[in-house]
């Protein structure tokens, strides 16, 4: 599975921005989607998840700010972020991931880089 991040750049606080993460797996649908984060020397974090049922996950750091969402037509899932903060400057990742009858697999997207001016 190969996933295409797009959608980052440069926006300055308070501002909004849309990710989007396009999946060339005609079998998106079962697939958890989730999109992490990693800012300069912290570690990989999860943003928000959201699985094949729409339920929805999201860290506390980003509730009330952040939306994912997806659209299994286009095989694509979304992190839509509003009221971003300085904070949210990072490189945000795309990953799929479910179950096979044998393990659990998941796939990375390259990242795209977010960042947040004051």
């Known amino acids: 599975v190969q996933l295409v991040e797009s959608g980052g750049g440069l926006v300055q606080a308070g501002g909004s921005v849309r990710l989007s993460c396009l999946a060339s797996?005609?079998?998106?649908?079962?697939?958890?989607m989730g999109w992490y984060r990693q800012a300069p020397g912290k570690e990989r974090e999860l943003v928000a998840s959201?699985?094949?049922?729409?339920?929805?996950n999201y860290a506390d750091s980003v509730k009330g700010r952040f939306t994912i969402s997806r659209d299994n037509a286009k095989n694509t899932v979304y992190l839509q972020m509003n009221s971003l903060e300085r904070e949210d400057t990072a490189i945000y990742y795309c990953?799929?991931?479910?179950?096979?009858?044998?393990?659990?697999?998941?796939?990375w997207g390259q990242g795209t880089q977010v960042t947040v001016s004051s």
């Open positions: 990953k799929a991931d479910r179950m096979t009858p044998w393990n659990r697999v998941h796939y």
């Open positions: 959201i699985n094949s049922d729409t339920s929805t």
């Open positions: 797996d005609v079998s998106f649908s079962i697939y958890t």
